[in-house]
């Protein structure tokens, strides 16, 4: 038998499985052409800004095209004594080259930032240098201060040298490298960005948990009450959903001043006297009323599409069969419901973990998140490369939320009304 | 909704405990919003209710805050409405441009690396806004955009796309493919279906997007924050601006206004909603 299964040709005389294959790979990049403009657009713009903002927080280049003579000559030295002639001479005539371009202060600063007393020694060396005379440069440079001799000065010298650091990552979690090369925690009472840290990761926690014990109960009540109410409570879910940030925000600080509403409700029911009116602004207690209220659309929304696919029988059945309706609502209604409470609490905690307007304007010093630290390194300090670090490290925080989210439920079951 | 008869008293009791937890929701949700229509026509500099207010006395109420923004000397909520408006116009036609012909082409079948793609698209939804900021200040700097309206509204397409790439993407997963290509075999070019036929069935869901690119524009203060200068001055920017340094009632009025434009944006949005839900044959 010598069965050969003949090829289906096209009218063109082409084998039909080839036409085919090109037909499809037309509609395929048919369809990429359409996204790639919005791609290219996002690649350009978008990402590859955040691409940089990582090499700008590890980059550590200034300082070793400063010294470029200074390292070459230090690469034959083991760092373990004084270091040998040819690296105090490469140095004089780097710092040379910097002086003439006025450039040295950055060099001090960035070398006292290493180890403390540098900055004083190296004007001392300019005042000096003036009057060297060629040959002998190590002596004549320990001769301007002492230190110059001390063999931990050049150690941390030669530290600075690699092009990249994670010093930057390393201060954004209260940590620094010491001279010794080790990785230690800065003492306790000068741990600022930790405390951030922790504060950011509570307050988007707990508002997480606000906003499902209050969304919960209302998108509930609107999935089950008849649609002609259910729309009209829906307004109340909508209205702040669509209002400006902003306006919201206004709204929490003029109800929590100290005259305002809240005070004087409080005041009024005899719960505090007139005269010690409890601050709660521009402190954690402003942070978290704001939020959870701005917040709490977002968890409303799935948690009432999810809701609304669960059928009324399925609860009369629970109690048809004999559960109380405690008991038919904790072992079939919620259950039902939990992709819902998982899409409205990642919604509302990744929201929350990088909130900026809110907590800057009602949150005041101890209600401030990591954001502001940010926006603050950003503006104030101009540390730029520090602001990158911290960002991407949230960055990375959310994505790894995001990512497990995905893993557990599937980010396709985000829907918003 | 009435509970029936034979319901014993402590869950009788237990659901007007439910009920009124819920009321108090609804009103720890909508109220703040009320507490800026009656201060905004205050008389007084004070954001307080003053004891003539509570008395509803006429004398209490005035315009003042009104006349102040649309006419104030020292204001800039002209040039700031007009900022905004501006570079929110643009940047929603933008926005649903580029993204409509994305989730057109994300919707296809052939489309390859999906996942990938609807990902890098819809990250700037994701990503906090904060680190948005830095990122495209960083290139806004580079490219000498900072400080610049195109800057700005460049960095609000980048914003409001996601959105539009979802509500499109949305409203074509129920599309019936069937059509284009009956149009298509009639002899239709396909820019000529998209447009006659593709189009029309989806624009509730590029019109809805472009509504919510258009408020995430209007609304938006931190990416413009990192990138506006003097002349940039938007809404939101001056509301900061007042916000921080002190709380005049005439931020107020200008909240009033904005929550009736929010009002009327969210009667669009749920008649589109609505319209789109009956074109897709989909009845909840």
């Known amino acids: ?69 200074t390292f070459k000559a230090m690469e034959n030295w083991d760092g373990q004594e004084l270091p040998p002639e040819e690296v105090y001479a490469s140095f004089l005539s780097d710092y040379k080259v910097l002086v003439e371009n006025k450039t040295q202060g950055k060099l001090g600063q960035r070398l006292n930032k290493e180890k ?41 010298m030669k530290r600075t040298a690699p092009p990249y650091t994670i010093g930057k990552y390393l201060k954004a979690v209260d940590m620094y490298e010491d001279q010794n090369g080790d990785i230690v925690q800065v003492e306790e009472k000068r741990r600022v960005y930790k405390t951030l840290w922790i504060r950011t990761l509570e307050v988007a926690f707990f508002v997480t948990i606000f906003c499902f014990f209050m969304g919960y109960p209302i998108a509930h009540l609107l999935a089950t009450i008849p649609v002609k109410y259910s729309n009209l409570l829906m307004i109340c879910v909508l209205l702040p959903f669509w209002t400006s940030l902003l306006v919201r925000t206004a709204s929490w600080m003029i109800l929590l001043q100290q005259q305002g509403l809240v005070n004087d409700f409080i005041v009024m029911i005899g719960l505090v006297g007139d005269e010690n009116r409890p601050q709660m602004m521009y402190n954690k207690v402003g942070t978290y009323v704001a939020m959870t209220q701005i917040l709490l659309p977002f ?15 399925m609860m009369r059945a629970g ?26 609490s990642l919604l509302v905690f990744i929201l929350a973990v990088g909130y900026y307007i809110t907590p800057e304007l009602v949150g005041g010093a101890s209600g401030t998140l990591i954001s502001n ?45 | 909704m009435a509970l029936p008869s034979y319901t014993e008293t402590r869950y009788k009791i237990w659901h007007y405990i439910y009920l009124t937890i819920c009321t108090c929701v609804f009103i720890f949700l909508i109220a703040p ?46 040039l700031a409405a007009k900022n905004s408006l501006m570079i929110a116009f643009f940047s929603t036609i933008g926005s649903v441009i580029i993204g409509t012909l994305a989730a057109v082409g994300l919707s296809s079948r052939h489309m390859p690396f999906k996942g990938l793609i609807m990902a890098i698209l819809i990250s700037p939804m994701i990503i906090p806004l904060i680190i948005s900021g830095v990122a495209i200040f960083f290139f806004m700097a580079k490219v000498g955009l900072a400080a610049t309206h195109t800057g700005i509204i460049l960095a609000h397409i980048i914003l409001g796309t996601p959105f539009v790439v979802i509500t499109v993407t949305a409203t074509l997963s129920g599309f019936d493919h069937s059509i284009t290509r009956a149009s298509a075999s009639l002899g239709s070019t396909p820019f000529n279906t998209f ?90």
């Open chain 2, 195 to 284: 447009m006659k036929v593709t189009l029309p069935l989806i624009l509730p869901g590029v019109i809805s997007g472009g509504l919510f690119a258009f408020v995430t524009s209007f609304d938006e203060v931190v990416v413009v924050l990192f990138l506006a200068g003097l002349d940039n001055t938007t809404i939101p920017i001056q509301m900061w601006v007042g916000l921080r340094e002190q709380l005049s009632p005439t931020i107020l009025a200008v909240a009033t206004c904005l929550i009736i434009l929010s009002t009327l944006v969210l009667i669009s949005a749920e008649l589109l909603r609505r319209r789109s839900e009956r074109l897709r044959g989909i009845n909840r």
């Open chain 2, 33 to 78: 919003l009320f507490v800026i229509f009656p201060l905004s026509f205050s008389h007084d500099e004070f954001l307080i209710f003053s004891e003539k207010m509570k008395r509803l006395d006429p004398d209490g109420f005035s315009l003042r805050w009104y006349k102040d923004m649309i006419w104030g000397t020292k204001n800039p909520w002209g």
């Open chain 1, 116 to 156: 403390n007393g540098f900055n004083s020694i190296l004007k001392k060396l300019k005042r000096k240098m003036k009057k060297f005379e060629d040959g002998n440069y190590k002596e004549q440079i320990i001769s301007v201060h002492k230190r110059f001799a001390d063999v931990t000065y050049w150690q941390a």
């Open chain 1, 319 to 344: 109690k048809s069969l004999g559960g109380t309706p405690f008991v038919s609502f904790w072992k079939i209604y919620f259950p039902l419901t939990i992709s819902g409470v998982g899409a409205g």
């Open chain 1, 1 to 69: 038998m010598n069965l050969k299964t003949e090829q289906i040709l096209t009218t063109d005389g082409v084998p039909l499985s080839i036409s085919l294959k090109k037909a499809e790979r037309k509609n395929k990049i048919k369809a990429f052409l359409l996204v790639a403009p919005l791609l290219l657009f996002l690649l350009i713009t978008y990402i590859s800004p955040i691409g940089e903002m990582f090499t700008r927080s590890i980059d550590d280049r200034m300082i070793t095209n400063m010294l470029p003579k």
């Open chain 1, 299 to 313: 968890m409303v929304l799935p948690l009432y599409s999810v809701m609304k696919t669960v059928s009324p029988s």
């Open chain 1, 373 to 417: 630290n940010i926006a603050y390194h950003m503006k104030q300090t101009l540390d730029w490369s520090f602001a990158s670090a911290m960002g991407l490290m949230l960055l990375f925080g959310v994505l790894a939320i995001y990512w497990l989210y995905n893993k557990l439920v599937g980010v396709d079951n985000i829907k918003l009304g």
